[in-house]
């Protein structure tokens, strides 16, 4: 497998703030154990530390990834390391509140979509708590309010930037609509967005608006919650409240469809001498349509392989090639 070193780990940055990252970031969802069938806390924190080591300097996290169970791990794992890290984290998914609308339960708590001025300002102060840190580099809504003008959420993260609190500010799920709206107020660095070889909606409807507008787009789920990673095991079961259980991308047929898409790609996989997901990290970020590719690890040896995707050339034959493949096997998966 390609491993990868601060040398083969290329930079973008984070646009008009000038704030330089890794191309490849590490996503801590599944370390907050929600949806993911729990979690193992000593494994995240060596996992993220690997990261680093491995070149890998953007980390992202969020409150609602285990009620703060990921941004707590991600403190732990940063202590006497914050200045290698380029940390993002994100505000708009509360349970301090009932305001804006519900959107989900988590833990027996009901998790609001709310942007509201004061409500962000609380949610910043905790976040630098459980990331024992006195500065977010990239502050990102993570959901959208429909309750709350956006002149009033640009406003106050604006008012965080002016006080050194967050360095940068971002947009997730976001539409054109309310990214220009946004953008009305204020410069606004990144917008992350779901991204993957199967998930490509945002290359006609988002990402012209962030050229424009210089706004780095960081891709989510690149592996596709592990669909991409390479050939699920056809008796694989997954337990408890993993997402993927109920998903139904990874039904028995697509698991024999992404067998066929995998098998026809294996020779360039051994020509290139790495694993099937670094290949699939290495499409996303050649295809040019996102600047940050995020990928979700939970232990060092995840963390160290994703990484080591920075070190795959892909060229355009290489390319054409896994477009085609795809073209034939994936285009039907649910």
Known sequence: MSNSSNASMKKTTLGPSGIACSTIGLGTWAMG????????????????QASLDAGVTLIDTAPAYGLGRSESIVGTALKGRRQEAVVATKCGLVWHTQKGTH????????????????????????SLKRLQTDYIDLYITHWQDS??????????????????????????NVSPETLAEYLR????????????????????TLV?????????????????????????????????DDQRAANPRFSAENRAKLKAFFEE??????????????LMIAWTL????VQVALCGARV????????????????????ALIDAAAGRHLHALA
């Open 33 to 48: 154990g929600w949806m993911w069938g729990g979690g193992d806390n000593a494994a995240a924190v060596l996992a993220i």
């Open 147 to 172: 309750t709350t003008p956006v002149e009033e959420t640009m406003g106050a993260l604006l008012d965080l930037k002016k006080q050194g609190k967050i360095r940068a500010i971002g947009v997730s």
């Open 265 to 278: 790609l294996e020779p360039l996989r051994q020509h290139l001498e790495c694993s099937f997901g670094q």
């Open 300 to 319: 060092s040896r995840q963390a160290t392989e994703n990484a080591g995707a920075g070190a795959v050339q892909l060229r355009d034959d290489a390319l």
């Open 208 to 240: 012209p608006l962030c050229t424009e507008h210089n706004v780095v787009v960081l891709g989510y789920s690149s592996l596709a919650l592990g669909l991409l990673a390479g050939p699920i095991d056809p008796a694989r079961q997954f337990t408890g």
């Open 103 to 126: 959107f989900f339960e988590e833990d027996g708590h009901p998790v609001h979509r709310h942007l509201g001025r004061e409500s962000i300002f609380h949610e910043c102060e905790e």
């Open 185 to 204: 107020y204020g410069p606004v660095d990144a917008a992350q967005e779901r991204y993957s070889l199967i998930d490509r909606e945002i290359e006609q």
């Open 286 to 289: 050649a295809r040019g349509s």
